[in-house]
């Protein structure tokens, strides 16, 4: 199986390393030539966007919809250059209402779509175990069922093209209240004396746990490691789409629209590691900077 990995980011270029390591003839691609550059340097096939090769599965690790769109409709432009027949896995957070569009034009085209959007960062995306979340059709999962379990530990169908960035905006909406709730849980309980470690341990042995508190507190806020590999502007672009999503289907839902505006009010740049949305309850007392705009930056 040929595989053409476009997107070399962290993402991109763990994934496409990981797939040539478990015995997949990959091939990998990006705009910026600095980053074909690195990737070539670590070991991997590289070719211009321009250039792309035939391939069986082609597959996007992209920061927006837009940029999948581009790729996909105009520039190197899959539907005209994809042979019939090959997949198309897009593993970016995209929007649902594009990724359906897209999907429809691929199966006009006469190629497969497949959305895999995925959650374990670049250290999942390097040791493969990765969590993905899979939209379309069971026939198309079969067929490239052993890129899904070189690239992760568990993923999940969740139903027909575009479900899986639904859930997947759930997801990173749920994440990203966690962090503002458990931050200011453990600010309840350290103005009582209760240590955050303390804390923590007490949430993670009952009902209140999540990811955040067993995963992202110990490892990367308390450590002030704050090296996920996942931006704060990433997070608000993810939002901003659930919020959106949420309009879009005539949903009213009061907390969502608080949390979307408690991201972009926060001080942090688009650039810091999104566990520094916790700065500010975690240390009032620090400066606030410009907050970010709600407009969305695709």
Same mark, same amino acid.
């Given at each position: 199986? *040929?595989?053409?990995?476009?997107?070399?980011?962290?993402?991109?270029?763990?994934?496409?390393?990981?797939? =040539?390591? &478990?015995?997949?003839?990959?091939?990998?691609?990006?705009?910026?030539?600095?980053?074909?550059?690195?990737? &070539?340097?670590?070991?991997?096939?590289?070719?211009?966007?321009?250039?792309?090769?035939?391939?069986?599965?082609?597959?996007?690790?992209?920061? $927006?919809?837009?940029?999948?769109?581009?790729?996909?409709?105009?520039?190197?432009?899959?539907?005209?250059?994809?042979?019939?027949?090959?997949?198309?896995?897009?593993?970016?957070?995209?929007?649902? @209402?594009?990724?359906?569009?897209?999907?429809?034009?691929?199966?006009?085209?006469?190629? %497969?779509? !497949?959305?895999?959007?995925?959650?374990?960062?670049?250290?999942?995306?390097?040791?493969?175990?990765?969590?993905?979340?899979?939209?379309?059709?069971?026939?198309?999962? %079969?067929?490239?069922?052993?890129?899904?379990?070189?690239?992760?530990? =568990?993923? $999940?169908?969740?139903?027909?093209?575009?479900?899986?960035?639904?859930? *997947?905006?759930?997801?990173?909406?749920?994440?990203?209240?966690?962090?503002?709730?458990?931050?200011? &849980?453990?600010?309840?309980? #350290?103005?009582?004396?209760?240590?955050? /470690?303390?804390?923590?341990?007490? !949430?993670?042995?009952?009902?209140?746990?999540?990811?955040?508190? /067993? @995963?992202?507190?110990?490892?990367?806020?308390?450590?002030? &490691?704050?090296?996920?590999?996942?931006?704060?502007?990433?997070?608000? *672009?993810?939002? =901003?789409?659930?919020?959106?999503?949420?309009?879009? !289907?005539?949903?009213? !839902?009061?907390?969502?629209?608080? @949390?979307?505006?408690?991201?972009?009010?926060?001080?942090?740049?688009?650039?810091?590691?999104?566990?520094?949305?916790?700065?500010?309850?975690?240390?009032?007392?620090?400066? =606030? #900077?410009?907050?970010?705009?709600? %407009?969305?930056? %695709?």
């Amino acid at each position: 199986m *040929k595989i053409v990995v476009i997107g070399l980011g962290q993402m991109g270029g763990n994934m496409a390393l990981t797939l =040539r390591k &478990a015995g997949f003839a990959v091939v990998g691609t990006d705009v910026m030539a600095a980053t074909r550059s690195k990737m &070539a340097s670590r070991g991997l096939d590289i070719v211009n966007p321009d250039a792309l090769p035939a391939a069986d599965v082609y597959l996007l690790s992209l920061p $927006t919809s837009v940029h999948v769109s581009e790729v996909i409709e105009s520039s190197p432009g899959l539907l005209r250059q994809a042979p019939k027949g090959s997949v198309i896995v897009d593993t970016s957070t995209s929007d649902p @209402v594009v990724s359906r569009d897209l999907a429809k034009q691929a199966r006009q085209a006469g190629l %497969e779509w !497949l959305d895999a959007p995925v959650s374990g960062g670049p250290a999942g995306a390097a040791t493969g175990t990765l969590g993905m979340l899979l939209g379309g059709a069971i026939s198309t999962i %079969e067929r490239v069922t052993p890129v899904l379990e070189a690239l992760s530990a =568990r993923y $999940t169908h969740v139903g027909e093209a575009g479900s899986g960035h639904v859930v *997947k905006l759930a997801n990173n909406y749920l994440c990203a209240a966690h962090l503002l709730t458990t931050a200011e &849980a453990i600010a309840l309980a #350290s103005r009582a004396g209760v240590a955050p /470690e303390a804390c923590l341990a007490g !949430l993670n042995s009952g009902s209140g746990r999540s990811a955040v508190s /067993e @995963v992202n507190f110990p490892k990367w806020i308390l450590s002030d &490691a704050f090296d996920s590999g996942f931006t704060t502007g990433l997070m608000r *672009k993810d939002l =901003r789409l659930a919020r959106d999503a949420a309009a879009d !289907l005539g949903l009213s !839902l009061d907390l969502l629209t608080r @949390v979307v505006e408690r991201w972009h009010t926060d001080a942090s740049p688009d650039s810091a590691d999104f566990n520094h949305v916790t700065d500010q309850i975690r240390h009032p007392s620090q400066p =606030r #900077s410009t907050p970010s705009t709600l %407009e969305d930056k %695709e």
